[in-house]
């Protein structure tokens, strides 16, 4: 068997998430249908992490396994023939040591969150952006976005079906940039939990739009509750931007 890595950029309006389930619609099942569609077989895949429903990608990245070596850009371009319509594009493939996974072999990875701070409603940017019609404080978002970095415990921001086992996270990077009308908020960390950025991202809002402080949320993260928590960001405004390997 030779082992594959691909990096896949796709746009997941419209798709129940990454992880195939029975009756959805994922980006999982999408690409492993395509792999059927170029006679290659049942390849199964296997992603740096799960993308919920409405969460973007620019960077994915999962590994495969199968029993020939193949043409890395002759499958790409094949694959993208057929993913294309689904708004789904393989960036690259290449053969990784038989040792490479895809999750557990990164060692970090980077989202990104985009809002849309202005009174129009997006043409452009609908569904890839949170429109908030609101002034926001980019100065005190800067502020509460560095509140996240370095070792904490984020029961108050993962998800209340989270599985994870430990609620600590590392956060290397946690700011805030404004290019015009979009602002664009940047974390990265090794591994995330459920819900983690885009509950933050709804917690730099609140702080943004002044209905919290940054004592507000400071005693939020401490609070160690669900709770306490600000209402998560909407998926459509989150992308997967990279995931890096040693």
């Keep these: ?47 740096s992490g799960r993308t919920d429903s409405g ?86 978002m800067n502020e509460a976005a560095s509140v996240f970095l370095g070792v904490h415990d984020f029961t108050t921001f993962r998800s209340s079906s989270c599985e994870a086992n430990s609620p600590i996270r590392e956060i290397i990077h946690s700011q805030i940039e404004k290019k015009g009308d979009e602002i664009i908020y940047r974390i990265k960390s090794r591994s995330f939990l459920q819900h983690q950025v885009r509950s933050i991202v709804g917690a730099i809002k609140n702080v943004g739009e002044k209905k919290w402080s940054l004592n507000d949320l400071k005693k939020s993260l401490l609070s160690k509750n669900r709770k306490n928590c600000a209402s998560p960001a909407p998926a459509c405004g989150l992308y997967l931007e990279n995931v890096q390997y040693e």
């Excluded at 619609?25 to 199964?44: A, M, R, V």
């Excluded at 708004?87 to 690259?92: E, N, P």
């Excluded at 129009?120 to 019609?133: D, F, N, R």
């Design 1 to 47: 068997m030779y082992r594959y890595k691909a990096v896949v950029e796709y746009d997941g309006s419209g798709f129940n998430g990454w992880q195939s389930q029975p009756n959805g619609n994922t980006i999982q099942q999408c690409i492993q249908n395509s792999f059927k569609e170029i006679s290659l077989g049942k390849i199964e895949i296997f992603g």
């Design 55 to 140: 969460v973007h990608a620019l960077g994915q990245v999962f590994h495969f396994d199968i029993n020939l070596e193949i043409e890395s850009g002759k499958v790409t371009n094949s694959l993208n023939h057929f993913l294309k319509k689904n708004h789904i594009s393989i960036l690259k493939i290449e053969r990784v040591e038989k040792n490479f996974d895809a999750r557990r072999s990164a060692i970090l990875r980077t989202y990104f969150y985009k809002i849309l701070n202005r009174t129009s409603p997006p043409a452009i940017l609908e569904q890839k952006a949170w429109h908030i019609s609101k002034k926001l404080d980019f100065d005190l």
